[in-house]
């Protein structure tokens, strides 16, 4: 059975940093590409950032150079380290089975197998 589990959340002040773990159960991250996705309030939820089974990533440009997103698979984990955090940064953040490649996979409608989400607030 396929199970995501996020964690690592929180409440951050402004430019301060936060890791979110990603921790997968069913499936092989060899093979399989994990899209973080977050949802802020009154927003639609966007890819943040994906890594492929080939261990490419991609970044949303609002993001890019902040985040950085790695996998370790002996740990079965993806990881998305969040540096230089704004309040615009502030949503629930989410995790998701993709396909096998990133490319194509930009929109969350693409995605089956979601965590149940990790809150992170940038506030001062």
């Known amino acids: 059975q396929v199970q995501l589990v996020e964690s690592g959340g929180g409440l951050v002040q402004p430019g301060g940093s936060l890791r979110l773990t990603c921790t997968v159960f069913?499936?092989?991250?060899?093979?399989?590409?994990i899209g973080w996705f977050r949802q802020a309030p009154g927003k639609e939820r966007e890819r943040v950032s994906c890594?492929?089974?080939?261990?490419?990533?991609e970044y949303v440009d609002s993001v890019k150079g902040r985040f950085t997103i790695s996998r370790d698979i002996d740990k079965n984990s993806v990881y998305l380290q969040m540096n230089n955090l704004g309040v615009e940064d502030t949503a629930v953040y989410y995790c998701?089975?993709?396909?096998?490649?990133?490319?194509?996979?930009?929109?969350?409608?693409?995605?089956?197998?979601w965590g149940q989400g990790t809150q992170v607030t940038v506030s001062s």
């Open positions: 998701a089975k993709g396909g096998h490649f990133c490319s194509g996979y930009g929109s969350q409608n693409r995605y089956e197998y």
């Open positions: 069913g499936l092989d991250l060899d093979y399989y590409a």
């Open positions: 890594i492929g089974s080939d261990g490419r990533s």
